[in-house]
């Protein structure tokens, strides 16, 4: 092994992509399934919006009008988002703690894979035809009545991408309290590295509820039972209650990361110290706490009581306090710094106005009362999309510009990013700001077609332009992304040059041992620290240069992932073809033989001799 | 392989490592006793109760039998699992917030679901 580029054939540099164990190269798969997933997320997007531009439109029909918004919310939450934010966690996390890897590279590796398949899984029922159809909740009656394969594509594949997710949560803990750089406390993380890791031990409470659900629903769907069968003794209720359970910590994990990056990005642009930095650490781990005690509240008009309503609905408005200290911090961070508009301060910039706005709709929300008169209408759909995207894809999108050059070693074109900024910032809320009005005018969400002359015709369709300009925002940043990636320009450690935290004082991308040393670290903002008083490198470092033990690569996590992906299909033809049964049994051995072959085969890693990392410190003039 | 580095201890560290083993040693066999004596209790209540024993009703034995077992799960994690010794506060603190939610969840659906 050696870190100098070799040429290597295509089949090898794909057995290595297949093969890698390494955070950043999974934090770049992270990145590319998840974005390849956006995309198609959006493209159902755009045609749900197509069919809603005009009254009486007859351009998608009533069923598939329902596959698109059930495959648009799964979609965009849990193969877009979710993942999109693991990119960034995995490229950047253990470079702001100054760690090497993650702790469980392996286990990583096996995240990613499972995201991967479980999410090919679900739509691969594109082509068979039988697509989800009862909305990202599923809720129970209805996906219980729901025919065809649609819903079992949804329950195994969310089932195998959430495991995933789990493993991921479960990583990022472990890293994160055990990997920290020698004086790196806790007070002293980056706020990205916090927001990971309140975010990765909300995932760690809020997924196995979804993981049962999930098995009740299969169950119930494949497997004869009758958990939600009210007319066996089952309670339909109780789905809702094990999908919020999990659903409403979802969306704080992932607004959390969110709140990281633009943490991160004002401090950077702002050329100061994060404003307040203990309260937001103990606003973050606030909300993540709150974040499990609210979730009653999508559950107002069931019919739970005034009392339990009550309850849920001051538990749900106590979030705006943390969330408020937040945002002062942010302003605050801002105020008297010496700002530089980037593109991704631009994002930053754009967020605060917009997630307030979300905000303060949540909050309309979470007064039951009021949420009796705005359930199920198209105020709903404007409040969690200026949550969702407001908060968490302007997040994205900001990430994607900051992180560019630590994950690919170039810069983004900053002309073409404002140009996509602008188009998607005004998109956004041309889309979503009149579909307040339109809930209040009493347009119903999950609508297949409305009829003309109800006073909803040109607002439905300012909506559908505004989609147009989100649109030509992402196609620009494609673009923006190629144009990158063939000019290839090479750039320095920190191109920002404001950077803060240990991620800058490294090469872009980094070595793939990361840190030639392991570094000290002497305050919040270490990198800034060192630079002040007068390190140029930025980078103090807490040992010799020595052996550095790496894990070596594995391509069992594919194959385990893979025999889950084949039992999925077993199981959901069971009972309806011969070969069923035989599948879903050869796919869950396929698995079991995978992970008897990593616990038998005695993989130690292996060693970067200390030679090679002199001889790459002196290619770079004998800096870190 | 690089050379796996050999630590040899002090004199003194090694009577301080043979000193506190022999405490934890102490408490480990006073909490097992401890534990046997709580079983031990907690089944005769259950045999005299069976025999119609006067004062071992259903409604004295049930709460004492779950506090005991609440006693009990506290022994077997601070003494047989090691958390209360040092370095275990990241370990407690997700084992606590589990288990506040693990008693909210139920109690929630207790009271507005099943009820």
Known sequence: MSSVAQKKSFGATLWDWLTTVDHKKIGILYFLGGGFFFVIGGIEAMLIRWQLHKPDNDFVSAGLYNDLITMHGTTMIFLAAMPLLFGFMNAIVPLQIGARDVAFPFLNSLGFWMFFFGGLFLNISWFIGEVPDAGWTSYASLSLASQGHGIDFYAIGLQIAGGGTLMAGINFLVTIINMRAPGMTYMRMPLFTWTTFVASAMILFAFPPLTIGLFLLTFDRMFGGNFFNHEMGGNTIIWEHIFWIFGHPEVYILILPAFGIFSEIFSIFSRKRLFGYPSMVFATVLIGFLGFMVWAHHMFTVGLGPTANAIFAVATMAIAVPTGVKIFNWLLTIWGGSITVTTPMLYALGFIPSFVMGGVTGVMQGAAPLDYQLHDSYFIVAHFHYVIVGGVVLAILAATHLYWPKMFGTMLNEALGKVTFWFFFIGFHMTFLIQHWLGFWGMPRRVWKFMPNQGWDMANLISTIGAFFMAIGVIVLVYNVIITSIKNVKVANDPWGDGRTLEWAIESPPLYYNFAQTPLVRGLDSVWIEKMEGNASGLTPAEPVKDIHMPNGSIIPLLMSLGLFIAGFGAMFRTETEWGLGVLIFGLVFTFIAMAARSLQDDTGYYIKKEEILRDLKRKGGQN | ?115
């Open chain 2, 1 to 115: 392989m690089a050379d796996i580095q050999v630590y040899k201890r002090t004199p003194a560290e090694q009577s301080l490592a043979q000193r506190r083993a022999k405490q934890s040693m102490r408490g480990q066999v006073m909490m097992f006793s401890l534990m046997i004596f709580l079983t031990l209790i907690s089944f005769s209540m259950v045999v005299a109760h069976e025999q119609g024993v006067a004062g071992f009703s259903k409604y004295f034995i049930v709460p004492i039998l779950m506090l005991f077992a609440a006693v009990q799960v506290g022994l077997q994690l601070y003494y047989f699992m090691h958390m209360s010794e040092k370095g275990h506060g990241i370990p407690q603190m997700f084992m606590f917030t589990g288990a506040l939610l693990g008693f909210l969840i139920p109690l929630t659906f207790a009271t507005i679901v099943w009820w």
